[in-house]
């Protein structure tokens, strides 16, 4: 019977570390014993350790409608994400297909020329260590969701910039800017026009919520810690 007891008590202990794993696992699906590439000479420099949790990081992403962005919001930005710091790593969450945590130099190197800027709080007191938490945590709502190509303001499917949007709002109690309507966007360039009769057909939804990279990048809350530009 004693050994029976132990032998139970060997199983449950296995199964309950199975689990855990398995629930960090779907959280946070980064490899912990991956290799980082913080020795790559081009971004060595870049002081990336002074990265923080909350920062916000913003590149021109190299993806079919990056050029549209770009003219519709008269911004150099496609695409952004938010850091996370999850157990010592730098970590960017990042609304794609899905919507993933991505690792930092990862992130930095899908981007064009990699070519990045890292944005922070001017009020360095904004982000506690509770505040952070509370972020991440209603980031765990998005995780693997679909990305959204119509931009629609919803979240049963998110884009990157609503994505930071809304943490920064719901997780921090913090507006970095305010919304737009797509109506405001530089709408009549032909490469626009292209792309939103792709999407929309005739149907194009100028009344719509809508937040760009650039509308945070530009927020006056905001200030500039790294600019590789």
């Not at 290799?35 to 990265?51: A, C, R, V």
């Not at 690792?103 to 981007?111: A, N, S, T």
């Not at 997780?171 to 737009?180: H, M, N, S, V, Y």
């Not at 990048?217 to 790294?226: C, G, N, P």
Request: aromatic letters at 10%; proline letters at 4%; hydrophobic letters at 40%.
């Amino acid at each position: 019977m004693k050994k029976l007891k132990y032998i139970f008590a060997g199983v449950t202990l296995i199964i309950s570390f199975c689990c855990a794993l398995y629930i960090t696992k779907q959280f946070f699906p980064v490899d912990p014993f991956s290799k980082t590439t913080t020795e790559d000479p081009k971004l060595k420099n870049l002081q990336l350790d002074k990265i923080q949790a909350g920062d916000l990081v913003f590149q021109t992403s190299l993806s079919s409608q990056a050029e549209a962005i770009q003219i519709a919001t008269n911004s150099k930005f496609s695409h952004c994400g938010i850091v996370y710091i999850i157990d010592g790593k730098q970590l960017v969450f990042e609304a794609v297909e899905p919507v993933k945590l991505t690792p930092l130099i990862e992130w930095i190197k899908q981007g064009k020329d990699e070519k990045f800027i890292v944005k922070r709080l001017k009020d360095s007191t904004a982000l506690t260590p509770t505040t952070i938490e509370k972020m991440e945590i209603y980031s765990r709502n998005f995780l693997n969701k679909d990305y959204d190509s119509y931009f629609a303001w919803s979240d049963d499917k998110i884009y990157c910039s609503e994505l930071i949007w809304k943490i920064y709002k719901n997780g921090a109690g913090i507006e970095l800017c305010p919304l737009q309507k797509l109506k405001d966007f530089n709408l009549k360039d032909e490469r626009v026009k292209a792309k939103l009769k792709e999407r929309y057909g005739n149907n194009i939804p100028l009344e719509e919520n809508v937040i760009s990279p650039s509308n945070i990048a530009d927020s006056k809350l905001l200030k500039t810690v790294i600019d590789t530009y």
